[in-house]
């Protein structure tokens, strides 16, 4: 199985507001499944044979927008705007 790394774009995103990341103790319950099932999709895409150069996924849910970005170290950051 040939893998290709996915470099992080965070600092190329731009928005005019600043993320935080998804609070599991205060957030509510629609931002942390909405950022749970983000998370698991771009996880997904990670591992699939032939992921994107760059990949972002967003939600808008309400007051709030979910932004999910791979990290320089393999994992996944789900950032909150508000």
Not at 1 to 15: A, S
Not at 24 to 39: K, Q
Not at 57 to 75: R, S
Request: with cysteine; aromatic share 2%; proline share 7%.
């Amino acid at each position: 199985m040939i893998t290709e790394r996915i470099e992080p774009i965070i600092g190329n995103i731009e928005t005019s507001e600043t993320g935080r990341e998804v609070d599991p103790f205060t957030d509510p319950e629609v931002i942390r499944l909405t950022a749970i099932n983000l998370e698991m999709a771009v996880r997904n895409l990670m591992a699939a044979n032939a992921p994107p150069e760059c990949l972002v996924i967003t939600a808008d849910i309400c007051t709030h927008k979910l932004m999910a970005i791979p990290t320089a170290d393999g994992e996944v950051k789900v950032l909150v705007f508000e």
